[in-house]
C-alpha cells in the first residue's frame, strides 16, 4: 500500500509562486511515474504534470506550461511541483497521483493511476 502525502499549498498573490510537495511511503515504494492533478470548485478533476520516475521525462498541461516544473528525488521518493507566476485561475486543490504500472490509459487520465493523496488546498488572490 502507498501512502501519498502532500503539503506546500497556501494562500498567495497573483503572479507569486508556491512549491508543492508529495512525500510518498511504502514498505518499498516503486512507481512507473508520479503525476499532479487539480481539481476547481464545480469542476472536474484535471491534469496539471507528470514526471516518469526512472527517466525524468515530463509532461505538462498547455494551461501550466512555462510556469510550472516537476521534479523528483527518487532517494527520498518525493515529487515537487514548482508553481511561478501563479494566476487566480490556478486556484483548485491540488493532488499528486503514483501510476504504478504503464497504463493503457494515457496519462493525463486520471484512470491510469492507482494511488492518490488527500490534497492540498492552493488559493491564488488577484
Known amino acids: 500500500q502507498v501512502q501519498l502525502v502532500e503539503s506546500g499549498g497556501g494562500l498567495v498573490q497573483a503572479g507569486g509562486s508556491l512549491r508543492l510537495t508529495c512525500a510518498a511511503s511504502?514498505?518499498?515504494?516503486?512507481?512507473?511515474?508520479m503525476g499532479w492533478f487539480r481539481q476547481a470548485p464545480g469542476k472536474e478533476r484535471e491534469f496539471v504534470a507528470r514526471?516518469?520516475?526512472?527517466?525524468?521525462?515530463?509532461g505538462y498541461a498547455d494551461s501550466v506550461k512555462g510556469r510550472f516544473t516537476i521534479s523528483r528525488d527518487n532517494a527520498e521518493n518525493t515529487v515537487y511541483l514548482q508553481m511561478n507566476s501563479l494566476k487566480p485561475e490556478d486556484t483548485a486543490v491540488y493532488y499528486c497521483?503514483?501510476?504504478?504500472?504503464?497504463?493503457?490509459?494515457?496519462?493525463?487520465?486520471?484512470?491510469?493511476?492507482?494511488?492518490w493523496g488527500q490534497g492540498t488546498q492552493v488559493t491564488v488572490s488577484s
Open positions: 497521483a503514483s501510476q504504478t504500472y504503464l497504463s493503457s490509459y494515457y496519462y493525463t487520465n486520471i484512470a491510469a493511476y492507482d494511488y
Open positions: 511504502a514498505r518499498t515504494f516503486s512507481t512507473y511515474a
Open positions: 514526471i516518469r520516475w526512472r527517466a525524468g521525462t515530463t
